[in-house]
């Protein structure tokens, strides 16, 4: 009881265990839990009051924390669906992606995919292998499905095998689990598809035309959850794509062709399997067929690396992943930096409220809860904020990072998300303030030595640091903003501007050439090239180059370019020395090499000089400037260039600007005689270009709005 206010028995405190003289004594078997109840109900009763008593405080508080929390939800959600991506499967932690190592004496190069015949030696000689399954992706190319009078455009298609659902957990819905493919030419097909092509008919039996096939669908599957980097609507038997084999020199089925490595291949181990191990034992099985192979192994990678690595073990996306959980940590920081300084910017303003409590018998614990709880329920109106701001901040986050985040309401992940985040700000926000109030003394404050007198340092502490995140926010717009500048503004040295890249490859045989020449023929074409490759967007490569003087440690990886006679022309690639393709017939064994390979292959005054390439014998007929065929990410390759008159992969065509989309639509209509089913796909080379800095682009979009919501956070004070 109070000296001073011998009458404060006549009504309880929460900071008190003084009882009314006229209470009754009861007994309360749990008399401790029941003060913490009413001590905590009277926490947030006062917290309520005070938030009410200070309107003005309380919104910019609120506010603020709820667009912080509502940034950091975004970019930390996002973040977390990135680091567990694939996570979902059972076996997981034993699944893997086969990858080929190249080694070469100047390089060493790691692939994606695998030759066919590795997973069925895999099979035979790998003891630790539980189940093992290749898949040929569709890499986004539009098709055709046919269903009674029907036509449907898809590109969410891929070949595979039974193993495959043996490994992944992708649920077998209607068909049997055990065999989704039955024997023979066959296609399982999601729900989606299901439902898009019959109906509420049952798909199991029907008949679709695909690629000039027909083929049964045997199996429906559960549509592809958002957190797997695998998605298909489509999963067609590999026995389609054995069906339409033609041979691969000596190989003569796709089981045998170790010549071709465009399979992903994944792999379920034993528990205790040895991956090392299995990769050496496919190897040697390569080397039975092929003992001067290149390839020297076979690593296996983890299914928790696929995704954010590249198959050399470099960052890939994870680098994207990392400037989101950075930027997303900055901006929680600074929206708790600013709730701090607004919270000890008012203390001296609460002095009366705390002596009050003091002298009444507060103890240092009960006024600790009093302002953590205080803050815990500001935090809560401003999660409640966040929610209504993560409805107009995610279309625009979809929009800017060209990015689908799928928020669903029931997603554990989204909930542990809340959890962390919301937990973390209390505890970040909400720490220090209750400190401090709860430490303050009456006395030592009169006199100038209170916890007070040191708010001023910490506070201005604060602010330095508020400011050194939001300027390493700007200055990695900046360094950003400069490196898309240089990639943008480097001279490629080829032509780019108003080209347009027709994917001609769509077309049957004679077709693509005829549809080329119809084309070449329009006005407002100012010029026209084809090639059996596309530029940016995956090159054939070979080792197969032999030339004298050349020892086994000089071996190269070498582009192989197949080309009409004026490439050199339209692009405007430099002639260095020798002689174009003008006067060049097919199959003359002449070729045209670039710098870098002329560099790597070690040769001087190469025009004129013979070499063999793919074990036919030819001349060097000229030697051109390098130029940009892959992303500026790269270091420019060697590269071979011969003509054929049967490049048919891609029309590159100079259109005139005004006249573009006239000369586009007319194109089109040329198209039609061929192929009145499938589109035209074409792109603007400059598009082209520009989307091989997509991650660049999306992290300075990131950051250009991720510096204005710092500047919206910065701390009034």
């Known amino acids: 009881r109070s000296t001073l206010f011998p009458y404060t028995t006549l009504f309880r405190s929460p900071y008190s265990d003084v009882r009314a003289l006229s209470e009754p004594e009861t007994p309360n078997p749990k008399p401790e839990i029941q003060n913490e109840i009413i001590m905590i109900s009277n926490y947030i009763k006062i917290a309520w009051r005070n938030l009410f008593r200070n309107r003005l405080y309380s919104i910019i508080n609120i506010f603020g924390l709820g667009l912080g929390l509502a940034v950091g939800f975004v970019l930390l959600y996002w973040v977390n669906n990135e680091y567990t991506m694939n996570a979902f499967h059972k076996k997981a932690d034993r699944i893997y992606q086969v990858s080929a190592k190249l080694e070469l004496a100047t390089e060493t190069s790691v692939w994606d995919n695998i030759p066919a015949p590795a997973s069925v030696y895999a099979r035979e000689h790998v003891p630790d292998l539980e189940a093992i399954a290749r898949l040929r992706y569709g890499y986004g190319v539009k098709q055709a499905v046919k269903v009674d009078d029907k036509i449907f455009i898809e590109n969410s298609f891929a070949y595979t095998e039974n193993e495959f ?122 080397l039975k067929v092929n003992e001067k192979s290149t390839i020297m192994d076979f690593p296996f990678r983890p299914l928790k690396d696929i995704y954010l690595y590249n198959p050399d073990g470099s960052k890939g996306r994870l680098v994207m992943v990392e400037i989101f959980l950075m930027v997303g940590i900055f901006i929680l920081l600074i929206a708790a930096i600013n709730y701090i300084n607004l919270v000890t910017a008012r203390a001296t303003q609460r002095v009366k409220e705390i002596s009050m409590r003091k002298i009444l018998g507060a103890e240092k614990q009960q006024l600790f809860g009093q302002f953590f709880c205080e803050t815990g329920l500001l935090i809560f109106l401003s999660v409640l904020t966040a929610f209504l701001l993560v409805q107009i901040f995610l279309p625009v986050y979809r929009q800017v990072t060209d990015t689908n985040l799928p928020v669903e309401i029931f997603n554990w992940q989204l909930w542990k998300v809340i959890f962390m985040l919301v937990g973390g700000i209390w505890i970040l926000s909400g720490l220090y303030p209750a400190l401090l109030l709860s430490s303050f003394r009456p ?54 501007d108003h080209v347009v890249a027709i994917d001609i490859w769509r077309l049957k045989g004679e077709d693509r050439l005829e549809f080329s020449r119809q084309v070449q023929q329009m006005a407002g074409i100012t010029g026209s090239t084809n090639t059996s490759f596309s530029l940016f967007d995956g090159i054939n490569s070979t080792t197969d180059l032999k030339w004298p003087g050349m020892s086994k440690e000089k071996e190269i990886m070498i582009a192989q370019f197949q080309v009409d006679k004026s490439f050199l022309k339209f692009f405007d690639v430099q002639l260095l020395e020798g002689r174009n393709l003008d006067n060049v017939s097919a199959n003359s064994n002449n070729w045209l090499l670039n710098e870098t390979a002329v ?23 000229g030697v051109v400037k390098d130029f940009h065929f892959q992303s500026m990410h790269k270091e420019i390759m060697p590269a071979i260039i011969e003509y054929s008159p049967e490049a048919d992969a891609t029309l590159y065509a100079s259109v005139q600007p005004q006249q573009a989309k006239k000369l586009l639509a007319a194109a089109e209509e040329v198209w039609k005689k061929y192929d009145p089913i499938m589109p035209m796909e074409y792109q603007y080379l400059n598009d082209v270009v520009a989307a091989q800095y997509d991650r660049e682009t999306k992290a300075s979009r990131l950051f250009d709005r991720s510096e204005e919501h710092t500047s919206e956070l910065q701390s009034p004070i």
């Open 165 to 286: 659902f043996k490994i992944f957990d992708f649920p077998i819905i209607n068909g049997s689990a055990k065999e989704p493919f039955a024997p023979g030419l066959t296609v399982v097909i999601s729900e989606k598809i299901a439902k898009k092509y019959f109906g509420a008919e049952n798909p199991i039996g029907k008949i679709i035309r695909f690629r000039d096939t027909t083929v049964q669908v045997s199996a429906v599957m559960k549509n592809f959850p958002a957190n797997s980097s695998l998605q298909y609507d489509l999963l067609f038997s590999i026995d389609l794509l054995k069906a339409k084999f033609r041979g691969n020199g000596p190989y003569k089925t796709i089981d045998q062709d170790w010549g071709n490595y465009d399979y992903a291949t994944f792999a379920l181990l034993k528990s205790g399997g040895d991956h090392t191990k299995a990769g050496k034992i496919i190897r040697e099985g390569l």
């Open 443 to 496: 006395a030592q404050s009169l006199r100038g030595t209170g916890v007070f007198a040191k708010t001023g340092i910490i506070r201005q502490s604060l602010v330095v640091l508020q400011f050194v995140v939001s300027i390493s926010l700007v200055l990695g717009t900046v360094f950003i903003h400069r490196q898309m500048s240089f990639m943008q503004e480097r001279d490629l040295e080829l032509k780019t």
């Open 599 to 621: 560099k790597k292959m070690g040769l001087k005054d190469p025009v004129g000089k013979t070499i063999t390439f793919h074990e036919n014998q030819g001349t060097i007929i």
